[in-house]
């Protein structure tokens, strides 16, 4: 059988599928010493899950249950979630935004698929564009969301030393070039892998760029405010016209949802219905039916605030403490963590590619993921992108603490 070239593209082994499919096997077989620091999904949150399992208890009692499983939404998604959302929205940042801007699909991983592929790739007169990140390392799963080939264009970072062994990435202007040939911009904030949170004076720049180039600026926000809530940093939040918001409910806990939330003009919102009704018919309706009380309620700012928010720092203090013991007498960086739940080591001058240090630490069953495949588009020739690892911390302690010492050990032998 022969396959399309989409088929082709979309079928072929990439690196971090790969490391996933490592990771699921990883997990399925329940080792008893595995330490599993490589993943991303949302910590398990005893009060968080109650409260969505006595919602879920409360829609089958109130008979919404069948309509939410019975039922296609709209193509754009559930209408009763997306007033009540934009109603939050408006009264926690003063917008004035309306259903029509807001628009569901099935997790951010489709919402990046429509938006990119809207945006960038082959023009109706023959040119082609790309999406521009401003920086990477970015999250890897925008590498192969792309139905052409060479979609993607990015700049290294500037690095920024900091106290403490820590340092921070900042978008280098001075390179950043957007030429013709850029249909949008894209950036996550808080960004995975780095737990970077790019500046208010950074975004305002990047979104002046955007403006004069006439491009959106698309802002991943899937662990920002105002759910998860995943952020240390003390930042704003806007919306405009000219602004893409993505927005997602799987950190918030809810990743087997598959709820994405792209805020947008009302164009953007009504081409992404058109592709929503060609290609899935409707959006799920489960994160929507689930979430839409609690926002119209108010009590999604308790869920955010006090139970998600102090579970995530508490995390990241025990996490903090643990890296300043373990790896004192090593030369192991931390990106400052400033939003999301992984921490981004920078081993500078290690003698082995950070992919080696993977299979090393594999073999001794923990698993951290090598920075290798997030440096969408950088030279790979940049000793940097072979020198770090992401680790998500929101594992119990002893499984961090576990982790840690195996890691510190391996680095001895090769730093
Ligand atoms: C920055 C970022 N964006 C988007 C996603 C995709 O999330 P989902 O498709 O579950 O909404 C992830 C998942 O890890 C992520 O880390």
Redesign the pocket.
């Known amino acids: 059988m022969t396959y399309s070239k989409f088929g082709e593209k979309f079928t072929r082994q990439s690196g971090i599928g790969q490391l996933m499919t490592d990771l699921g096997h990883a997990n399925a077989s329940q080792h008893p010493d595995l330490c599993m620091l490589g993943g991303?999904n949302p910590a398990g949150i005893p009060a968080a899950q109650e409260l969505f399992q006595n919602e879920m208890q409360h829609l089958i009692e109130s008979g919404h249950f069948q309509s939410m499983l019975g039922l296609y939404d709209g193509p754009s998604g559930e209408q009763a979630f997306r007033s009540a959302l934009a109603g939050y929205l408006n009264t926690e940042f003063g917008w004035s935004i309306s259903p029509k801007n807001i628009s569901l699909t099935n997790?951010?991983?489709?919402s990046?698929f429509y938006l990119f592929n809207l945006l960038a790739g082959e023009m109706p007169d023959g040119s082609s564009k790309k999406v521009l990140f401003p920086m990477a390392p970015e999250?890897v799963?925008y590498a192969d969301a792309g139905l052409t080939d060479d979609m993607f264009k990015s700049y290294r970072p500037r690095i920024e030393l900091l106290e403490g062994n820590q340092f921070k990435y900042r978008v280098d202007f001075d390179r950043l070039e957007i030429g013709e040939d850029i249909g949008a911009i894209c950036l996550?904030r808080p960004?995975?892998p780095t737990g970077n949170v790019v500046s208010d004076n950074e975004l305002a720049r990047l979104k002046e760029l955007a403006k004069y180039h006439a491009v959106p600026l698309i802002i991943?926000n899937?662990?920002g405010q105002p759910f998860p809530n995943v952020i240390h940093s003390n930042t704003t939040l806007n919306w405009d016209e000219d602004t893409i918001l993505?927005m997602?409910?799987?950190?918030l806990g809810l990743?087997g949802a598959?709820?994405?939330i792209v805020i947008a003009n009302e164009g953007i919102t009504h081409s992404l219905g058109a592709l929503s009704g060609i290609i899935t018919l409707a959006p799920n309706s489960v994160g929507a039916a689930l979430m839409t009380r609690l926002i119209e309620s108010g009590e999604i700012r308790h869920l955010t605030r006090d139970i998600i928010k102090p579970h995530y720092d508490a995390c990241l203090q025990n996490a903090l403490e643990l890296f300043n013991d373990i790896f004192k007498d090593l030369p192991v960086r931390l990106h400052k963590p400033e939003g999301?739940f992984f921490l981004w080591f920078w081993i500078e001058g290690i003698s082995i590619t950070s992919q080696e240090l993977y299979q090393r630490l594999k073999a001794r069953n923990v698993y951290v993921i090598p920075g290798e495949e997030f440096f969408i588009d950088v030279d790979p020739n940049w000793k940097h992108t072979q020198e770090c690892v992401r680790i998500n911390y929101a594992q119990p302690q002893e499984k961090l603490r576990h982790g840690f010492e195996i890691l510190a050990e391996e680095l001895r032998l090769v730093v």
């Open positions: 991303g997790g951010s991983q489709n990046f999250y799963g996550s960004t995975n991943d899937a662990y993505c997602s409910l799987s950190k990743p598959r709820t994405g999301a």
